[in-house]
């Protein structure tokens, strides 16, 4: 059983600042891709950002340069730093091992 607990999550003011943090736990065997996607309400889930187990990252158009998403493979964590936050980002975030297994989602809200 593999579990996903992400916390970092707020409210923040426009143009803002946010980290987002995940610790994945249980039967983990090896590095895997990992990533963040969200959900703005009445939306579908979408991707914010990858990272494979090298390390190579991806993200999707509306975040390049705002987003930056790293990986502490020891600690089996990975983290979303969001700066310039816009009122469209606000949304559940969730992290996701694999696109198997999925966290429980924290809140961002961004708004003045």
């Known amino acids: 059983q593999v579990q996903l607990v992400e916390s970092g999550g707020g409210l923040v003011q426009p143009g803002g600042s946010l980290r987002l943090s995940c610790v994945a736990s249980g039967s983990i065997s090896g590095i895997y891709t990992m990533g963040w996607y969200r959900q703005a309400p009445g939306k579908e889930r979408e991707l914010v950002a990858t990272?494979?187990?090298?390390?190579?990252?991806n993200y999707a158009d509306s975040v390049k340069g705002r987003f930056a998403i790293s990986r502490d493979n020891a600690k089996k964590m990975v983290f979303l730093q969001m700066n310039s936050l816009k009122p469209e980002d606000t949304a559940v975030y969730y992290c996701?091992?694999?696109?198997?297994?999925w966290g429980q989602g924290t809140q961002v809200t961004v708004s003045s």
């Open positions: 996701t091992l694999r696109n198997v297994y």
């Open positions: 990272i494979s187990s090298a390390g190579t990252t």
